[in-house]
């Protein structure tokens, strides 16, 4: 049960992220006035199936906020000398203001080389050692979009973190670390678990913010959670029966948690709606307007 003896509060990402976009486009529109729209280019190499979708997503929600927006897509035979003129080209267009290439590339290109080539400034998924680097010292500049989503669900959603135990499953650098750095900055007692974590359960079970990022079905179970958490899940997998299911088993925390994202519908909304934040931000600070955001 949870802790008020109810049903979890769902924590709806659906009905955030559709405010957060109704919020940028907003300041899109006051930015469009004083001259300046915010351009957003996706670079998009192969025919992946999944990463066909989430451009075809970002790119309908974009052009919804009032953004210039322009896929490059590219054949899987694309070489990494190719590519990374491309990312040259968007670096040197001032009517770009972010770049996002869509993860994962092809096998035989090397991710890790492409984002470095990006100009920080424009790095609207926030991966650039520049960033990373911002991030980690505690001055910010443009933040991986799924974890700055997670920070705002918690505080759209009144959830306080300063004080709070959090507990992160997974220490990629997509999301984990990242969302660890943010966490801290706002303190919260941060613990990252991973592969080798000892008695991962038990750790879960102390924390009052829990965090699954692991990419494995249904793994966070009812008695990993406190009576009362928050549970957060990032997750977005394959059930046997084809259908979405997240890191945690939901039914079953839901009646132990005291808030809890759902999949889909939880997390997955916000990751679109930070990187539409994120390219506006880029946009006024080319144009020396921050304010606007």
Request: proline letters at 5%; one cysteine or more.
């Given at each position: 049960?949870?802790?008020?003896?109810?049903?979890?509060?769902?924590?709806?990402?659906?009905?955030?992220?559709?405010?957060?976009?109704?919020?940028?486009?907003?300041?899109?529109?006051?930015?469009?006035?004083?001259?300046?729209?915010?351009?957003?280019?996706?670079?998009?190499?192969?025919?992946?199936?999944?990463?066909?979708?989430?451009?075809?997503?970002?790119?309908?929600?974009?052009?919804?906020?009032?953004?210039?927006?322009?896929?490059?897509?590219?054949?899987?035979?694309?070489?990494?000398?190719?590519?990374?003129?491309?990312?040259?080209?968007?670096?040197?267009?001032?009517?770009?203001?972010?770049?996002?290439?869509?993860?994962?590339?092809?096998?035989?290109?090397?991710?890790?080389?492409?984002?470095?080539?990006?100009?920080?400034?424009?790095?609207?998924?926030?991966?650039?050692?520049?960033?990373?680097?911002?991030?980690?010292?505690?001055?910010?500049?443009?933040?991986?979009?799924?974890?700055?989503?997670?920070?705002?669900?918690?505080?759209?959603?009144?959830?306080?973190?300063?004080?709070?135990?959090?507990?992160?499953?997974?220490?990629?650098?997509?999301?984990?670390?990242?969302?660890?750095?943010?966490?801290?900055?706002?303190?919260?007692?941060?613990?990252?678990?991973?592969?080798?974590?000892?008695d991962l359960p038990?750790?879960?079970?102390?924390?009052?913010?829990?965090?699954?990022?692991?990419?494995?079905?249904?793994?966070?179970?009812?008695?990993?959670?406190?009576p009362g958490a928050?549970?957060?899940?990032?997750?977005?997998?394959?059930?046997?029966?084809?259908?979405?299911?997240?890191?945690?088993?939901?039914?079953?925390?839901?009646?132990?948690?005291?808030?809890?994202?759902?999949?889909?519908?939880?997390?997955?909304?916000?990751?679109?709606?930070?990187?539409?934040?994120?390219?506006?931000?880029?946009?006024?600070?080319?144009?020396?307007?921050?304010?606007?955001?």
């Amino acid at each position: 049960m949870s802790l008020s003896g109810t049903q979890a509060r769902i924590i709806d990402g659906k009905a955030i992220a559709a405010a957060v976009r109704a919020e940028v486009a907003a300041r899109v529109a006051k930015l469009a006035a004083q001259g300046v729209v915010p351009g957003l280019s996706v670079v998009l190499v192969g025919e992946d199936p999944a990463s066909q979708v989430y451009v075809r997503n970002k790119d309908k929600a974009a052009q919804e906020a009032g953004f210039n927006v322009r896929t490059v897509r590219l054949p899987a035979t694309t070489s990494q000398a190719q590519l990374l003129g491309v990312v040259r080209e968007l670096n040197d267009d001032r009517a770009v203001h972010g770049i996002l290439v869509q993860l994962p590339l092809p096998r035989g290109l090397d991710a890790n080389a492409v984002v470095r080539a990006l100009d920080p400034a424009k790095d609207v998924d926030g991966l650039h050692p520049e960033n990373v680097a911002a991030l980690a010292v505690g001055a910010p500049k443009l933040v991986p979009c799924t974890p700055a989503g997670c920070i705002e669900l918690l505080d759209r959603s009144k959830i306080a973190l300063a004080g709070k135990r959090f507990v992160v499953i997974g220490r990629s650098q997509l999301v984990g670390r990242p969302l660890a750095a943010l966490a801290l900055a706002r303190d919260a007692t941060v613990t990252i678990c991973h592969s080798k974590t000892g008695d991962l359960p038990a750790v879960c079970r102390g924390a009052d913010i829990l965090v699954a990022a692991v990419g494995k079905s249904e793994m966070v179970r009812a008695d990993w959670v406190a009576p009362g958490a928050t549970v957060l899940d990032v997750g977005i997998n394959r059930g046997a029966d084809g259908k979405l299911v997240g890191d945690v088993a939901f039914a079953e925390v839901a009646e132990r948690a005291g808030a809890i994202t759902p999949v889909p519908g939880g997390v997955g909304p916000m990751t679109i709606a930070m990187l539409l934040a994120n390219t506006l931000q880029a946009a006024a600070r080319r144009a020396g307007l921050e304010a606007v955001v």
